[in-house]
Each structure stands twice: as structure tokens, then as C-alpha cells.
């Protein structure tokens, strides 16, 4: 059967993480940057990307989708 | 008679898992969620290689309060020279109930799956026990983990919600851990201190916020 496990104790202090990691200085100051001051945003070159987003300015991009600018057939314009 | 185990920790949950790249994202899983609900994860990657590894799991398993066992990936491992059968996972797990039945101290230990049913058939012996179905995913991982361990108080109940923002912080600086280790791999020691650290940092951060 499946079963559970009450848990009593509290969540661990960040000075009971480094002593129960014996994490050195250097590493301590290390994730303190990582976490605390690179937070928790997500860095902008992995920033999800929307459908169009690209190369090509907002405007042009707002304008396509109203359908003021239709869009370029590269392809039939070469072989014309 | 029972031999004395070594030093028992409460919080102490020995994280039997596979160590390889596919498992990555439930890795992270696993330590994010752990540490949400206050509890200290142990692994065998912690320990450093050398003579009686075998004397140093199990006293390592028998140092904590519970044990999880995913067993989701106990297949057929490739690797040359020989096609083999994962026996690391099942086999840490008979230890952990060997400990829970032998010792003087107390020890739950937890199942953990991909499939239901699976489990009891590679494992019959395991039959009438549940196994924790997390379906691979990381939202699964956190649930089970949040049904197996429920915290007395309210208050410091841990939400799925909470351990996904862990979980992503954790997971957005692993890369940035791995290359500051230099490690070949994120199984390994000095990688699984500094992803703990992190997860322990990220929580904490948003219950004080």
C-alpha cells in the first residue's frame, strides 16, 4: 500500500546547508551570486521566443499580422 | 543481532536514482522537491571511490530516516563491452529493506515509477506494495514526493508550484555549475553539492519572500 511520512523537523537554515555541504568560501559566494543577485529571471539568449519573434522590427511584424503589409514572395519575384 | 548503524538523520532521504543524462530534468527534480519539504537528500555519488564502496552505501543508507527507489529505469544498459540489466537501483533498494527490517532504527523506503504495474512485474517480490507513479514527468516527481512526505504543519506545507520555480532555477544554473566543477558530468560530487546549495538558496528565497 502506499504510504506517507509526516515530516516534524524545519527547513534547514542556508549555515546548516553549508556546514551539512561543507561548501568552501569561494563556492558559498558562488551560489549566493547565482541565486540571490542573478535571481530568478531567465537570461535573455534563452528567453522563450514568441511566434514572431525574429530579426524583422515589431512594427513590420504588427503590421503583417493586420494585414497592412502582405508578405513578400521572394521566390516568384526571382523568377519573374 | 543488529549491528548499530551509523549516525541516523531524520532528514536524511537516500536518493536511489540512475545517474545519466536522460534523467537529468527528474535528477533536479528529486533534489528540488526534497529540499522544498525540508529534507536533506543523500546520494552514492557522494561518496568518493576507492575501497568498500559497498560497506560505504549501506552505511549510508542506513544513516537515513527514508529511502526513495526509481526503478523507472531499470532496463537493458548498452554500453560496450556487455548488454546488461541496470541491477544498481533494484539492488540498493533490497539493501534499504534489509535496513528497515533489521535495524534498531526506524526506515521507510519508497518506490517510484514510471508505469503502473511495471514495478511488481520486473520486481515480483514487491507485490502489495505501491509504487509511486510519477509518468516521467517533473510535475509527477514533485506530486509523489508531496503524497510520501506531508509536513505537520500547515503553514510549512510545499506546494508543486513552489518546488517548479526551485526546479528552474535549478535547472537554469546547471550548466553554470557544471563548468565551474568542470566536471565531466552532473553526476557528481562536487556538482551535487553546489545544485543542493542552489535549490536550498532558491527555496528558502521564496519563503521569505
Given at each position: ?5 509526516i ?5 534547514p537554515t542556508?549555515d546548516?546547508?553549508v ?7 569561494a563556492d558559498?559566494?558562488f551560489v ?13 539568449a534563452s528567453?522563450p521566443?514568441?511566434?514572431f ?5 515589431a512594427k513590420t511584424v504588427a503590421?503583417?499580422?493586420?494585414g ?12 519573374a | 543481532m543488529?549491528?548499530q548503524?551509523p549516525?541516523h538523520s ?7 536514482i ?5 534523467f537529468?530534468?527528474?535528477y ?8 522544498h519539504l ?7 555519488i557522494e561518496i568518493?571511490?576507492?575501497q568498500n ?7 549510508l543508507?542506513?544513516s537515513?530516516?527514508?529511502s526513495l ?6 532496463e537493458l ?6 548488454t546488461?540489466p ?6 540498493e533498494l ?10 534498531s532504527t526506524p526506515?521507510d523506503?519508497?518506490?517510484f515509477e ?7 512485474k520486473?520486481l515480483?517480490?514487491l507485490s502489495?506494495?505501491?509504487?509511486n507513479?510519477?509518468?516521467g514527468?517533473?510535475?509527477g ?9 506531508v509536513?505537520q504543519?500547515?503553514?510549512e506545507?510545499a506546494s508543486v508550484?513552489?518546488?517548479l520555480?526551485?526546479y528552474?532555477?535549478?535547472?537554469r544554473?546547471?550548466g ?6 568542470r566536471?565531466r558530468?552532473?553526476?557528481e560530487?562536487s556538482v ?5 546549495s542552489v535549490a536550498?538558496?532558491?527555496?528558502a528565497s521564496q519563503k521569505t519572500s
Amino acid at each position: 500500500m502506499a504510504h506517507s511520512v509526516i515530516i516534524t523537523t524545519p527547513m534547514p537554515t542556508w549555515d546548516e546547508t553549508v556546514e551539512r555541504l561543507g561548501l568552501s568560501k569561494a563556492d558559498q559566494e558562488f551560489v549566493i551570486r547565482l541565486v540571490d543577485e542573478k535571481g530568478s529571471r531567465r537570461p535573455a539568449a534563452s528567453a522563450p521566443k514568441t511566434r514572431f519573434a525574429s530579426s524583422r522590427p515589431a512594427k513590420t511584424v504588427a503590421k503583417r499580422a493586420s494585414g497592412q503589409v502582405r508578405k513578400t514572395n521572394n521566390r516568384a519575384r526571382a523568377t519573374a | 543481532m543488529p549491528v548499530q548503524p551509523p549516525e541516523h538523520s531524520n532528514k536524511a532521504v537516500f536518493l536511489n536514482i540512475p545517474y545519466d543524462d536522460r534523467f537529468r530534468r527528474l535528477y533536479f527534480a528529486y533534489i528540488s522537491g526534497l529540499i522544498h519539504l525540508g529534507l536533506d537528500p543523500r546520494a552514492t555519488i557522494e561518496i568518493p571511490g576507492g575501497q568498500n564502496r559497498l560497506d560505504k552505501i549501506l552505511d549510508l543508507i542506513r544513516s537515513c530516516r527514508d529511502s526513495l527507489h526509481d526503478l523507472s529505469r531499470v532496463e537493458l544498459d548498452r554500453n560496450p563491452p556487455f548488454t546488461t540489466p541496470r541491477f544498481n537501483m533494484p539492488f540498493e533498494l533490497g539493501l534499504a529493506v534489509a535496513s528497515a527490517k533489521l535495524d534498531s532504527t526506524p526506515h521507510d523506503w519508497f518506490v517510484f515509477e514510471t508505469k503502473h504495474r511495471r514495478a511488481s512485474k520486473s520486481l515480483s517480490d514487491l507485490s502489495g506494495t505501491d509504487a509511486n507513479i510519477h509518468r516521467g514527468t517533473v510535475e509527477g516527481v514533485m506530486r509523489e514526493l508531496c503524497n510520501a512526505f506531508v509536513r505537520q504543519s500547515q503553514s510549512e506545507r510545499a506546494s508543486v508550484a513552489e518546488m517548479l520555480k526551485t526546479y528552474r532555477a535549478v535547472s537554469r544554473h546547471a550548466g553554470e555549475i557544471q563548468r565551474r566543477t568542470r566536471a565531466r558530468s552532473l553526476f557528481e560530487a562536487s556538482v551535487f553539492r553546489l545544485i543542493y546549495s542552489v535549490a536550498q538558496r532558491a527555496a528558502a528565497s521564496q519563503k521569505t519572500s
